[in-house]
Each structure stands twice: as C-alpha cells, then as structure tokens.
Nanobody
Framework: QVQLVESGGGLVQAGGSLRLSCAASGRTFSNYAMGWFRQAPGKERELVATIRWTSPSTYYADSVKGRFTISRDNAKNTVYLQMNSLKPEDTANYSC????????????????WGQGTQVTVSS
C-alpha cells in the first residue's frame, strides 16, 4: 500500500524559507510522477510543482516559479519542496501526491495522497 508522509511545515515570516519533505513507501515509484499541491481556505486545490523519479524535468506553477524548487532523493524515496521568499499568499495546507505516468494539474487524477502539512506565512 502506497504511503506518503509529509513533514516540514510551520509558521514563518514573509521572506523566509521552509523545506517540505515527502517520504514515499509501499511500492516502486520509478514510473511515477510526484507532485506538491496546496489548498488555502476557501480556494481550490492547486498544483504547485511536479517531478518524476527517473527524469530531471520539473513543473512549477507560475505563482511559485523562481522561489520554489522541487527535488528528489531516489535512495531515500523522498521528494522535497524548498520554498524561499515566502509570501503570505503561500499560506496553505501542502500535500504530496503520486500518480503513475506523467503529471496532470487535475487533483482527482492523482492516485495517492499524503495527509498534508500546514504552511503559514505571516506578514
């Protein structure tokens, strides 16, 4: 059974940084895409960034380009989201997700989800 466990959220001031981690287990993920989504109160879930285990290609939402970096450690089966220059509008619950094949921006097409970790950016 696939398990995704996020960590690293918290409270930070605007301009600060946080690094989120997503530890994946339960299967071989070599053909999987991994993504970070976020959802703020009253808003739809938004795809933030994606990466694949066997490809260097990444995707970023326009709202985080140049500030966030997604990376992976294949040996640890862990995906990271380094978030720099955080803004109050980055405040949301961040979730890690996995799906076979390529990325999609549609949350319902991702098969596996972590429990989420809260990121709060104060002004």
């Amino acid at each position: 059974q696939v398990q995704l466990v996020e960590s690293g959220g918290g409270l930070v001031q605007a301009g600060g940084s946080l690094r989120l981690s997503c530890a994946a287990s339960g299967r071989t993920f070599s053909n999987y895409a991994m993504g970070w989504f976020r959802q703020a109160p009253g808003k739809e879930r938004e795809l933030v960034a994606t990466i694949r285990w066997t490809s260097p290609s990444t995707y970023y939402a326009d709202s985080v380009k140049g500030r966030f970096t997604i990376s992976r450690d294949n040996a640890k089966n862990t995906v990271y989201l380094q978030m720099n220059s955080l803004k109050p509008e980055d405040t949301a619950n961040y979730s890690c997700a996995a799906r076979p094949g390529v990325r999609t921006t549609t949350p319902s097409l991702w098969d596996n989800w972590g429990q989420g970790t809260q990121v709060t950016v104060s002004s």
